[in-house]
């Protein structure tokens, strides 16, 4: 079943489309400025920063993953319906 957006949510559709609109041209224009040249250090720290951003995440990921399937959350779910048995 499909929902119907309100006007408010057309707006902030449309503004949030213009932000991204403009961070797209303003990012092309600072890329072709041309100002600015990395050396290799600097290629080195975004290749590191890459790499250890992504394999915290990962790891992150995998641990939520881990915890969820081990059944140590399922005692902090407040929502979740409780067997007799288990009172």
């Given at each position: 079943?499909?929902?119907?957006?309100?006007i408010g949510q057309y707006i902030l559709l449309a503004v949030?489309?213009?932000?991204?609109?403009?961070?797209?041209?303003?990012?092309?224009?600072?890329?072709?400025?041309?100002?600015?040249?990395?050396?290799?250090?600097?290629?080195?720290?975004?290749?590191?920063?890459?790499?250890?951003?992504?394999?915290?995440?990962?790891?992150?990921?995998?641990?939520?993953?881990?915890?969820?399937?081990?059944?140590?959350?399922?005692?902090?779910?407040?929502?979740?319906?409780?067997?007799?048995?288990?009172?």
């Amino acid at each position: 079943m499909r929902q119907k957006l309100s006007i408010g949510q057309y707006i902030l559709l449309a503004v949030l489309f213009a932000m991204l609109v403009l961070a797209v041209m303003w990012a092309a224009f600072v890329w072709n400025t041309g100002e600015n040249v990395m050396d290799k250090h600097g290629w080195i720290a975004l290749g590191l920063g890459t790499f250890f951003s992504l394999l915290v995440g990962c790891g992150l990921m995998a641990l939520m993953f881990f915890s969820s399937r081990s059944g140590h959350d399922d005692a902090a779910d407040p929502f979740r319906k409780r067997d007799e048995s288990e009172r």
